[in-house]
C-alpha cells in the first residue's frame, strides 16, 4: 500500500502547511498524517485552483463560509473547460446535462437539487431550496421550475465540444459503460470562516454518459457532503454509487466525533468500501475533510486524487494518499 503525501503547487511564497513524505505503514491511532491549517481556510476536491483563490478571498474579506463555498464552486459550475461540473458538464446517454449539488450550512440547514438542466448555477438553487423552501430536495422538473421561480435564467448547458464527444460515444458500439477513474471530478467544498463556523458545497454533472434519471452522491446530503458544526466537514467525489452505499462523508464525520483525526477517519471509510466490494479496483472514491480546528486529511482508492487547500491568501495543491 503506497501512501504519497506532497505538496504539487506551490504558490509563491511558502506557505507554513506541514505535510508528510511518508512510505511508513499507516497506524490507525497516529496522527501524524493530517495537516495542521490556520482558519479561516477551505479546502475543495481536486485542482480547481480558481474555486480554491475565489473562497479563500471571501473569506479573508469576512464573509461567511456559506458564501464562501458558495461562491467559490460557482466558479467550477461557469468553466466551460470543465466538462464534469456545471455549464459544459458531459450529458448522460441521451444527451442531457443533468446536474446535481448540495449545501449545508452551520446550523445544519441544507438544500440540495438533483437531475436539473438547463441551470447553470444549481448549487445557488440548492441554496434557494434551503433558504426558501421548508424541503431539504428538490428534483427534475419540479426542481427547475423552482429555479425559474426564483429568477434563474433557463440556458442550453450542452457545448459543442460535449455533443462532439457524446456523438463519438453513441457510435462506439461496443463502449461498456462502466466507471473509469478518469471521468470524476465533481467540485466538493468545505470552508471554515472567521467566525469558526464550518459550510459546505457540493456540484457535479455527475458520471459521464449515466443513465437518464441517474443521481450520484453528490446533493445526497451525508453522501457527498456531511458537516457538524461542532465536529467538521467531509466532501466525496467518484463513484457515487460506492459513496451512497456507505454513506461515507456522514461516516468520516462521526469517526471524527468519535475522537479520529481526518485522515484516519477518511481511511478508514474508504477501507469499508474496499471491504464490500471485490471489484475496489475497477473505480474510484476520493474523501476530504476538515475539523473545526482546521485539521484536514484526505485518502482515495487510486492514485491521482488532489487536493487544494487556501488559507492566508495562497492555495496549495495536495495529492492525496492513496490505499492502491
Ligand atoms: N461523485 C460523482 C457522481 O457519482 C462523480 C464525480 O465525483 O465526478 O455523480
Known amino acids: 500500500m503506497k501512501r504519497r503525501y506532497f505538496l504539487k503547487t506551490a504558490g509563491a511564497a511558502g506557505l507554513s502547511i506541514p505535510f508528510i513524505n511518508s512510505c511508513a505503514g499507516f497506524s490507525a491511532t497516529g496522527t501524524e498524517n493530517s495537516i495542521n491549517t490556520t482558519i479561516p481556510v477551505s479546502i475543495n ?9 475565489t473562497a479563500g478571498k471571501l473569506l479573508n474579506e469576512g464573509k461567511s463560509a456559506l458564501d464562501a463555498v458558495q461562491q467559490g464552486v460557482m466558479v467550477e459550475e461557469a468553466n466551460l473547460e470543465n466538462t464534469t461540473v456545471g455549464n459544459g458538464g458531459t450529458p448522460d446517454r441521451e444527451g442531457d446535462v443533468t446536474l446535481d449539488a448540495c449545501v449545508m450550512a452551520p446550523d445544519g440547514n441544507c438544500g440540495s437539487v438533483a437531475y436539473l438542466k438547463n441551470i447553470e448555477h444549481p448549487v445557488a438553487v440548492a441554496r434557494k431550496v434551503m433558504e426558501e423552501t421548508p424541503h431539504v430536495m428538490l428534483v427534475g422538473e419540479g426542481a427547475y421550475n423552482f429555479a425559474i ?3 434563474f435564467t433557463s440556458k442550453n448547458l450542452l457545448t459543442e465540444n460535449a455533443e462532439k464527444e457524446w456523438e463519438k460515444w453513441l457510435k462506439e458500439k461496443d463502449y461498456k459503460p462502466i ?5 470524476h471530478d465533481t467540485i466538493g467544498m468545505l470552508a471554515i470562516d472567521r467566525e469558526g463556523d464550518i459550510a459546505g458545497a457540493c ?5 459521464a454518459y449515466k443513465m437518464q434519471g441517474r443521481v450520484g452522491d453528490s446533493p445526497i446530503i451525508g453522501s457527498g457532503l456531511f458537516l457538524d458544526n461542532e465536529v467538521g466537514g467531509a466532501v466525496a467525489t467518484g463513484m457515487g454509487e460506492e459513496i451512497i452505499k456507505n454513506v461515507s462523508s456522514f461516516l468520516v464525520v462521526e469517526l471524527m466525533r468519535q ?6 477517519a477518511c481511511e478508514i471509510a474508504i477501507k469499508r468500501i474496499v471491504k464490500n466490494n471485490s471489484n475496489y479496483t475497477d473505480f474510484q472514491v476520493a474523501l476530504l475533510a476538515i475539523t473545526k480546528q482546521g485539521e484536514v486529511g484526505s485518502y482515495c482508492i487510486h492514485p491521482g486524487f488532489t487536493y487544494v487547500i487556501n488559507m492566508n491568501g495562497e492555495n496549495k495543491s495536495i495529492e492525496s494518499g492513496s490505499y492502491l
Open 203 to 207: 456540484t457535479t454533472s455527475g458520471l
Open 179 to 183: 466507471i473509469n477513474i478518469e471521468n
Open 149 to 151: 421561480q426564483q429568477g
Open 45 to 53: 476536491t481536486w485542482n480547481f485552483q480558481e474555486a480554491g483563490s
Open 259 to 264: 475522537g479520529k483525526n481526518p485522515q484516519e
